[in-house]
């Protein structure tokens, strides 16, 4: 496995180009830039309205979903930017470095609110995520460590340390009280939320687990590991009840849309695809140049999808009708506040 701190592999510039697969098209709306680096996490609003990106250019920005337009940039990491995450009532951002931090960020004015510390200095914090009542956060770090914040005070509630290998991803489950982590180790584990005591590890990837997500309803969990392969899990018995093939490099990250009829993989290998939840059936394929696409997310009503690339762009999709691909709207970003 890779030995240096930042994990993931190098993403090059890319140029996309909207492809179909049987049995629909996913339809290209916007294309747009405003970060001058790597796009390594996004997160649409609940309710739809705006999406947040991160940054290795070392800001997260908050972005109008309909029109492109880019509404904050928020400035005030000292190292690049990681990942980024809404609150459940979208009133604020959160967004992580590689020096150890993750803030707090006003969703509307763009004032940092707070910063929880206690990771590692100089260790890149990789995952941020809100607990469902918005109350607290878990972050997972290069120091081996997820750790669980009031995300009002900024205070630290809980330190999981459940492997020798740097923790790389973690999710609340939908009542609070389950948190799953992913691992360098090749594994995922559930955890307590309150005493971080592990409830049942997840075994079966052959490569570092980016991403996990537990289902809306959180029956299920799914997975995306360096194999190439995302896996969905009994949340309940750690039974496996799906693997989703279809990629041909290392897969980034995985998230469920808010029906949980649907998964999203984005992948080394140029592509985002959608997957049926519940069969395992390959439903879209985001296709371009050879190249990573780092981060995807739907909309609340999964008919839209929001991906991030390598080269700074991010893109959105509709998902809802077949047609044949067109071209894009470009949209010149414009300064945030």
Known sequence: MPASLNCRPPFWAVVLFLTATVPARADEALAFQGHTNEVNGVQSSPDGSRFATSSLDGTAKVWDAKTGKELLTLKGHTYYARAVAFSPDGTRVASTDGNGAAKVWDAKTGAELLTFKGHEVLRNVWSVAFSPDGTRAVTTSADSTARVWDAKT??????????????????????????????????????????????????????????VAFSPDGKRIASAGQDGKAKVWDAATGKRLLTLEGHNKWLLSIAYSPDGLRLVTTSGDGTAKVWDAKTGDELFTVKGADKPVTAASFGPDATRLVTGYGDGWVRTWDLRTPTDSRPPQKVDAKPGK
């Not at 330190?159 to 995922?188: M, N």
């Not at 955890?191 to 490569?207: C, I, M």
């Open 154 to 211: 900024g205070a630290e509630l809980l330190k999981i340390k459940g492997r020798e290998k740097y923790l790389e991803s973690a999710v609340f489950s939908p009542d609070g009280s389950r948190i799953v982590v992913g691992s360098w180790d090749w594994t995922a584990g559930v955890y307590d939320a309150k005493s971080g005591k592990e409830l049942l590890p997840l075994q079966g990837h052959s490569g570092i687990v980016h991403g």
